[in-house]
């Protein structure tokens, strides 16, 4: 079964720093998607960044960046300049498809908090 | 991305009672997918649900607790039955293949 490990239960960065939160998954597919999630105190799950496994190059969205080693199993989120506005509940995410259908597996998640 | 609303928003139900959760979508999608989010982690599928035909439940979800009705593209319904305490969490739907996108939440407390 597909799993997805966060290690990293709690993190916190001064504003305008760059820190970066950790995930590994274990899967015996090689056609895959990860994804980080944001979700502040709203609720609301916000889709920060996403990377194709087939992809060696790293995804980037403006501040946020991903480091993929794919050999490893690992997924890792980094942000940069960090803003107030960052701070939230981060999940990394994994994704195939198969024949059922396909399934979303989270990790446990890391609270994220930026001090001013 | 799509635009997708939940209502109620949240709700305190009390003990053996039912709610239902419904979910919209501002277009057309094949899948929906339910999630259970228990006070302070993650977010577990409680099953997929497609259009014509009966709802896919995740191991530990059944039809008769969680009953889930999917008339169109745009629409689906999620029923909490017999509602205790255990059952307060966040749900969510979503929708898409590859990337899922969210709706906003209903948070439920059970009493």
Redesign the interface.
């Known amino acids: 079964a597909q799993t997805v490990t966060q290690s990293q239960p709690e993190m916190s960065v001064q504003e305008a720093e760059t820190v970066t939160l950790s995930c590994t998954y274990d899967t015996s597919e090689s056609d895959y ?1 990860l ?1 980080w999630y944001k979700q502040p105190p ?4 916000i ?1 920060v960044i ?1 990377q194709e496994a087939y992809k060696q190059q790293n995804a980037t969205e403006n501040r946020f960046s991903v480091n993929f080693q794919k050999a490893a199993k690992s997924f890792s989120l980094k942000i940069s300049d960090s803003q107030l506005g960052d701070a939230a509940m981060y ?1 990394c995410a994994y ?1 195939w ?1 198969e024949t ?5 597996t ?4 890391t609270q994220l908090t930026v001090n001013p | 991305s799509a635009v997708i609303s939940q209502k109620p928003s949240r709700d305190i139900c009390q003990r053996g009672t039912s709610l239902t959760i419904q979910c919209q979508v501002d277009s057309q999608v094949t899948m929906m997918f339910w999630y259970r989010q228990q006070p302070g982690q993650s977010l577990t599928l409680i099953a997929t649900a497609n259009q014509g035909s009966e709802a896919t439940y995740e191991s530990g979800f059944v039809i008769d607790k969680f009953p889930i009705s999917r008339p169109n593209l745009t629409f689906s319904t999620l029923t909490v039955s017999n509602m205790s305490p255990e059952d307060s969490s966040i749900y969510l739907c979503s929708v898409g293949t590859r990337e899922q996108y969210f709706g906003p939440g209903t948070r439920l407390t059970v009493t």
């Open positions: 998607y994804f709203s609720r609301q799950m889709l996403r999940f994704i498809e059922s259908g396909s399934r979303l989270f990790g446990e998640g």
